[in-house]
């Protein structure tokens, strides 16, 4: 079983930044890829951006440029580095951690940016 839990959420005023941090704990080895979604209120779950063990990533379109995703493989951390944030970032932010064949999700941080 691994756990992994979000931390880093909050409000700040567009064009602000913001660091989430995703810790992995548990049955943690071969946890191969990790990854950031967020759903704002009334939409589906998104992706916003992984990240292998091997640290190969990927950025939905909305976010390129502005947040970086990275990992620490010691610490079984990932973090979510998010820059120029705007108002449509407005989200709950999860992350996802892969062991083989099984998914496990946080409980997500709320992020809020105000205009």
Partial sequence: QVQVVESGGGLVQ???SLRLS???S???FSINAMGWYRQAPGKQRELVATITS???TNYADSV???F???RDNVKNTAYLQMNS???EDT???YCKAVRGNYIYWGQGTQVTVSS
């Fill in 64 to 66: 390129k440029g502005r």
């Fill in 91 to 93: 989200a709950v932010y």
């Fill in 22 to 24: 995703c810790a992995a």
């Fill in 26 to 28: 548990g049955i943690i």
């Fill in 85 to 87: 944030l705007k108002p």
């Fill in 14 to 16: 567009a064009g602000g």
């Fill in 68 to 70: 970086t995703i990275s």
């Fill in 54 to 56: 091997g640290l190969r």
